[in-house]
């Protein structure tokens, strides 16, 4: 549907809050001028602009507005109140955009030769989720897969954890990982799972397979027992016996850096 209003655009804003609604329209929102400065860099598909008089006290929103403007892109203003409503930031910049979201294509990374891989099975807090695809991104990881049970990977949280990362790194989510790691051991891949304690260390372990696929767990429960079946090797960052385990995000950048410091040397 092509939005041509303001109350179109409002009201699809209000809708986009919730999860099944993202799920069905295939569009979620972002807020905030990086963020959208961010989406037009990438090509994402806008199909349109929320801002308020707030935006318009940076330069760099007028800048933003005279981009959207000349890309013919819908740009429509409301009063505060009304923007208040529709924002989810404590300090809100004046500035949503409703996307469309990336189609990207697994085949394509499941066939090269060479790649980081990441499969996360059950996370759930928002900033776990958002910080992981961050380190990923800037580490270089060619894609991730959230398993069943994940956090949504368009929820507000998420996606300010991002800091515009879910523009570059290929996600998909509703995984059914107990069907996806077979195919990629079939595929060549080797397949690392992270465990507290009673893996080898992480340092120890041979992590320079060209083709790799790590698994992080729930952050109360782990990694469930079928994966943890399919793996082809288990690692454990050392930990004093007092500590039960780590942060995942923390956890999953440890390892992450650790394979690529394996494959530079």
């Known amino acids: 549907m092509e939005i041509r209003t303001t109350r179109q655009a409002v009201q699809l804003a209000r809708r986009l809050g919730r999860r099944k609604v993202r799920d069905v329209e ?11 400065e ?11 602009l929320v801002y308020s ?5 940076q330069q760099r929103g007028w800048a933003l507005l005279d981009h959207a403007r000349e890309q013919g892109l819908p740009a429509f203003l409301v009063d505060e109140p009304l923007y ?10 004046g500035v949503l955009a409703v996307v469309q979201k990336p189609a990207w294509q697994q085949s394509e990374l499941l066939q090269q030769q060479a790649g980081l891989l990441l499969a996360l099975d059950g996370l759930r807090d928002p900033g776990n989720l958002g910080t992981i695809l961050r380190t990923g991104d800037g580490a270089g990881v060619s894609g ?6 994940t956090v949504d990977l368009y929820n507000p949280k998420v996606l300010r954890a991002t800091m515009g ?20 051991k079939k595929s060549g891949w080797q397949v690392v799972v992270a465990i507290p304690h009673t893996g080898q260390s992480y340092f120890q372990a041979d992590l320079r397979h060209a083709r790799l696929l790590l698994v992080i767990g729930n952050e109360a429960h782990g990694i469930s ?17 007092e500590v039960e385990s780590l942060n995942a995000a923390v956890a999953a950048a440890l390892l992450i850096y650790e394979v690529q410091r394996q494959r530079l040397r």
């Not at 295939?26 to 963020?35: A, D, K, L, N, S």
């Not at 961010?38 to 349109?48: D, K, M, N």
């Open 165 to 184: 990362s879910i523009f570059r790194l290929p996600s998909f989510s509703g995984v059914d990982l107990p069907l996806l790691l077979p195919e990629l």
């Open 84 to 93: 208040g409503e529709l924002s989810d930031t404590e300090t809100p910049q």
């Open 53 to 57: 008089k707030r935006m318009l006290q």
């Open 225 to 241: 027992r079928d994966l943890v079946a399919l793996a082809d090797q288990a690692v454990s960052i050392p930990l004093r016996p």
């Open 38 to 48: 961010e989406a037009l860099r990438s090509g994402s598909v806008i199909e349109c």
């Open 144 to 149: 991730v897969w959230l398993g069943r049970g």
């Open 26 to 36: 295939r569009r979620f929102m972002i807020e905030g001028i990086t963020f959208v």
